[in-house]
Every structure is written in C-alpha cells, then in structure tokens.
C-alpha cells in the first residue's frame, strides 16, 4: 500500500521559509518522479515544482528563485525549501508520485500529465 506523508507545514509571516517534506512508503516502481502541487481556498490545484526521474526539475514561474524541489531516493523522501514567502504562497501543499512499473521509462510530474498517488496534503500560512 503506498503512503505519502506529507510534514513541515505551518504559518510563518511574509519572507519567512519553511521547509516541507513528503515521505512515500510502498512505492514499486522501476523509475518515478515525485512533485508537489498546491490549492489555496476557492481555487484550482497547480503545479508548484517536481524531480522527473532523471533527477531534473522543473518549477512554477512565480517561486523560481525562491523555492528548491529536492528528492531523496535512497529515503524516498521529496523536499520542498521554500524562502521569502509571500501571502500568495498560502494553501494546501500536496505531495505526488507516479510511475513506471514495467520498464524503468523517463516519467515526468509535470502538471497534466496525470498522478497515481497524492499525499493528504498540509497547510502553510504566510501573513502579510
């Protein structure tokens, strides 16, 4: 059964950091990417940056430069460093994962590509 478990939320105040983390557990695949993704109230669930499975990143335009995706594939556990935090950055924070089972193919979490596994998710605050 796999579990993503999400840590490291809370509320900090504008310009503050906070570090999430994603723990997967009982993933079988021969290659996966792992990302997170976020919803604020009233709104749609976005891309917010992934690890492909060759190890490259890929970030939403408005947090280049402020957060750092990171995956430890020895733990399986998925990073997100987030500093200079805004108001804007206020919602839930989900964790993903999918997968190849069969051959060890590239797979990529880019947003729209589909997820086989999403984490509960855990809020963050940010107050102005």
């Known amino acids: 059964q796999v579990q993503l478990m999400e840590s490291g939320g809370g509320s900090v105040e504008t310009e503050g950091s906070l570090t999430l983390s994603c723990e997967a557990s009982?993933?079988?695949?021969?290659?996966?990417?792992m990302g997170w993704f976020r919803q604020a109230p009233g709104q749609g669930r976005e891309g917010v940056a992934h690890v492909n499975s060759d190890g490259t990143t890929d970030y939403k335009e408005s947090v280049k430069g402020r957060f750092t995706v990171s995956l430890d594939r020895a733990k399986n556990t998925l990073y997100l460093q987030m500093n200079s935090l805004k108001p804007v950055d206020s919602a839930m924070y989900y964790c993903?994962?999918?997968?190849?089972?069969?051959?060890?193919?590239?797979?990529?979490?880019?947003?729209?590509?589909?997820?086989?596994?999403w984490g509960k998710g855990i809020l963050v605050t940010v107050s102005s």
């Open positions: 009982g993933l079988k695949y021969k290659s996966y990417c």
């Open positions: 993903a994962a999918r997968g190849d089972l069969l051959y060890g193919d590239y797979v990529s979490c880019q947003p729209g590509y589909g997820v086989d596994y």
